[in-house]
Structure formats: structure tokens, C-alpha cells
């Protein structure tokens, strides 16, 4: 078993006491439930909105992305959801790929 992360997204976002949800949804254009939905599960989340996440809060981006992918492999949602996807991937009926021959 993974041991669980030492900070979740919510608590990065709120580390100082700097920023209101209220912040955080104006800079995001999103309302409140979009965004705590996403903060409850920052997976979500797009790249570019975590890079804006992280300018705002001033921590790198890579440390909002190891959080977030912490807390995502802890989120057994997530896992169900990422095991459909493989699943349905089936790849080329006929591997591989043979060129077109060009006539001249």
C-alpha cells in the first residue's frame, strides 16, 4: 500500500491564508461548484489551470503537479476510470501499417 501524501491540493492552495475560493474561481472563470468539485478532485483540473493555480500561490508548477498526482493515485475513482481507458484502447486492426505505393 502507497503511503498517503503529505499535503493535499486544498491545503497547497491554502498554505499562506492568502486566497479566497472567491479568488481562485475569479482567476479560473469557473463558479463554485466546478471548483470544488475540482478541488476535491484536482485531477481534473487542466494543465494550463494548475499552471495558473501555481503562478497565483507562487509554488512551482512541479510541485502543484506532484500533488495533484499524489493525491490522483490515492483516489480510487481515478484508478477505476484510467483501468476503463486502458481497456477500451484496442490499437490498429492490422499492425503495422504498410505505406501506399506511389505509381509515377
Excluded: C, W
Excluded at 463558479?31 to 503562478?55: I, Q, W, Y
Amino acid at each position: 500500500m502507497k503511503p498517503e501524501p503529505t499535503q493535499t491540493f486544498s491545503q497547497l492552495l491554502r498554505a499562506d491564508n492568502r486566497f479566497t475560493d472567491r479568488d481562485f474561481m475569479k482567476a479560473l472563470v469557473m463558479g463554485h461548484p466546478k471548483f470544488k468539485s475540482r478541488e476535491a478532485d484536482p485531477s481534473l483540473f487542466t494543465v494550463g489551470e494548475l499552471m495558473l493555480l501555481a503562478n497565483l500561490i507562487g509554488q512551482p508548477i512541479k510541485e502543484v503537479m506532484r500533488v495533484v498526482l499524489a493525491q490522483a493515485e490515492h483516489n480510487p475513482q481515478v484508478a477505476e476510470k484510467s483501468k476503463e481507458a486502458q481497456e477500451q484502447v484496442v490499437g490498429r486492426k492490422y499492425y503495422p501499417r504498410k505505406a501506399k505505393e506511389t505509381t509515377l
